[in-house]
């Protein structure tokens, strides 16, 4: 089984930053591999929405909400962060850190993700 534990999200005002990450763990790399891990979000009352992916090439993918203004990176260790510079209080939601053990994730395609992890809450006021 594949672990995320998040952390980083708290209240920030608009126009801050924010930093979180992501541990992965628990996973057997030659039984378990993983192509992708990204960064999903859910407000309150809307569907949970990808914002951003890197693959295992680094190619990365983002929601063109957040293109210019979020930055996915991963270490060798698997450890995924996402910076969020420039908040707007339509970034508040529920952040979820995300894994995909299937190689179509590399498409782009945000169904592709079959491992989640527990949340971390981003709040950003006006």
């Known amino acids: 089984q594949v672990q995320l534990v998040e952390s980083g999200g708290g209240s920030v005002q608009a126009g801050g930053s924010l930093r979180l990450s992501c541990a992965a763990s628990?996973?057997?790399?030659?039984?378990?591999?993983?192509?992708?891990m990204g960064w999903f979000r859910q407000a309150p009352g809307k569907e949970r929405e990808g914002v951003a992916g890197?693959?295992?090439?680094?190619?990365t993918t983002y929601a063109d909400s957040v293109k210019g203004r979020f930055t996915i990176s991963q270490d060798k260790a698997k450890n995924l962060y996402l910076q969020m510079d420039s908040l707007k209080p339509e970034d508040t939601a529920m952040y979820y850190c995300?894994?995909?053990?299937?190689?179509?994730?590399?498409?782009?395609?945000?169904?592709?993700?079959?491992?989640w992890g527990q949340g971390t809450q981003v709040t950003v006021s006006s």
């Open positions: 628990g996973y057997i790399y030659s039984t378990y591999y993983i192509y992708c």
């Open positions: 890197i693959d295992d090439d680094r190619s």
């Open positions: 995300a894994a995909s053990l299937r190689s179509f994730c590399r498409r782009g395609y945000w169904d592709a993700y079959n491992y």
